[in-house]
DNA sequence: CTAAAATTGAATTTTTATTTCAAAGGTAAA
DNA sequence: TTTACCTTTGAAATAAAAATTCAATTTTAG
């Protein structure tokens, strides 16, 4: 993993003067490069010995390697000057090609790089031996829902979608501790799904929920929580657009993961949906 | 330059215990990547003083220098071999992790490589020009359609979304030359989006569409038609998830196209679009 | 309010990188 | 052949950097 992804992944646990130095590391990523760890410690208003608790926290065995793994990051990922532009009036196609196509391929790499494979190992479980699983999200991140939806329907585990949250209590209220509700919210703060989380916890039904990275209220009520990139510092209007592509990135690799461990029973029926469509088209070509 | 490239333009001005660390150095690239002076002088016979100097005489100011060229080198020239591998049974994470998301990004880029720039220009005139803006599609490419729908009602153009064609022909029957129908299809072939289109042009209304690249009879049948790109030959079970992520880049760019060309009222609409949410959110806190 | 645990950076120790230097070997002129 | 003068080399010394220890301090839990 890279050391952006792997300092992500561990930024909740890192104390006040080992994320100086994260913060540090990751807005200034090309000159730690050069640094020795006195530099780094002094340039992060910490200590040496913080820096090295950060390595290991971040699971490499010593600066030397810690410098050797961005260094390689920076080479994977680098990426043009073009960063962080909005898109302007009267642009060119050309232009916004290139600027969609590096905040979208950035936000793929970096989602897919800082998965946590514990909790995805945990969601697929729980989805697996639940009885039902439902989902909820509102606004855009319906289309993750119903993405959600379409793609465990095909396997033979049929789910339950909703926007709306008066359709959603009910059957949450009548739900029990085998069953899974998993939320899908870029923010993880929108009153509704906050609400709807609480309700079912209270009922003992297990939380899983899918949000951008970083501290947010919906992670912290869920009992598994899985999440996408935080997009670095791109303008509001590509923001929007590149959190759909992280959070269909990220369900893509939980069901293909779910379909792996399942495998027998799931790519069986993910074969059987394909022909029976396939059928059905025939037929009315007739 | 690399510092492969640095040792073979120096390999004559080098004396005899420098070669001997060149040499160890060419043939052992992810090895040197961790070991220190001391080791590298034992491993190639020499000494950590001939170490030194032959990284002074590459014209790189340290071994902590060389190191961090080499790592970077190493990650430039490794290539993806993951081509082509379908999900197997009980597979890793990691594994199913390099599968998708090289797919992934081979979808995306190629699909923002082979962007129409004509054809994008038609189809937003169009529906810029358009009274009514009708979208249509079924399965998964009901994603792309609510992605288009959400998308163009933020700036200020109602849209009409349908995945069911009995709620969609009275529509269209009654719609007319200022109108366009815009149908999502990864195939172009169902004959549901087939019966669409066919009578939206006997209403005189102007279709648009959405399939995936080469001869398909929607692409034929339409006035305006762009394309994803068609996956080389993945397989069956990852290629679905790949024109997903494809369709909604490929939407990504012809919307912010659509923004850039109308920016004085869409830009206006969208910021104001992301500001009322904000402030509903707010106002169901309280 | 107190005891235990966690956090922190100064100081120290350990390890690594770099330089120095004397020995060894080579070369060319006398 | 001798001698003076390069060049190369690695052992040893030095300098620098990395890693650890530990006591002081803050935070947390009871």
Redesign the pocket.
């Given at each position: 993993m890279s050391v952006r992804g792997r300092i992500l992944n561990a930024k909740g646990d890192l104390?006040?003067?080992?994320a100086k130095v994260a913060d540090y590391i990751l807005k200034h990523q090309q000159q730690v490069l050069k640094m020795?760890?006195?530099q780094l410690a002094k340039a992060s208003?910490?200590?040496?010995?913080?820096v090295?608790?950060l390595?290991?926290r971040l699971d490499i065995?010593?600066?030397?390697t810690l410098r050797i793994l961005l260094s390689s990051d920076l080479t994977k990922n680098h990426s043009d000057p073009k960063d962080n532009a909005d898109i302007t009036k009267n642009e060119q196609l050309s232009s916004i090609k290139e600027k969609l196509l590096s905040s979208a391929l950035q936000s793929i790499r970096e989602t897919t790089d800082q998965v946590n494979e514990d909790e995805v190992d945990h969601l697929v479980s729980a989805i697996i031996h639940s009885q039902r699983l439902f989902i909820f999200g509102i606004g855009a991140s319906y289309l993750a829902v119903e993405n959600i939806s379409q793609k465990w329907n095909r396997i033979g585990y049929p789910t339950v979608a909703d926007n709306d949250l008066n359709a959603l209590l009910p059957k949450v209220i009548n739900a029990g501790k085998n069953d899974v509700l998993w939320i899908i919210s870029n923010s993880g703060e929108s009153p509704e799904v906050l609400l709807a989380a609480q309700t079912a916890k209270e009922k003992g039904v297990k939380v899983a929920s899918l949000t951008r990275f970083g501290n947010n209220s919906l992670a912290k009520l869920s009992d598994i929580s899985v999440h996408t990139s935080q997009p670095m510092e791109s303008p509001n209007r590509i923001a929007a657009t590149n959190s759909l592509l992280a959070q269909f990135m990220l369900i893509d690799i939980i069901f293909y993961f779910f379909v792996s461990k399942s495998f027998d029973k799931s790519a069986k029926a993910l074969d059987a949906s394909h022909r029976v469509v396939r059928d059905y088209k025939q037929s009315l070509l007739k």
């Open positions: 104390s006040e003067a080992e020795t760890i006195k208003n910490s200590s040496p010995a913080s090295i608790r390595t290991k065995d010593s600066f030397t």
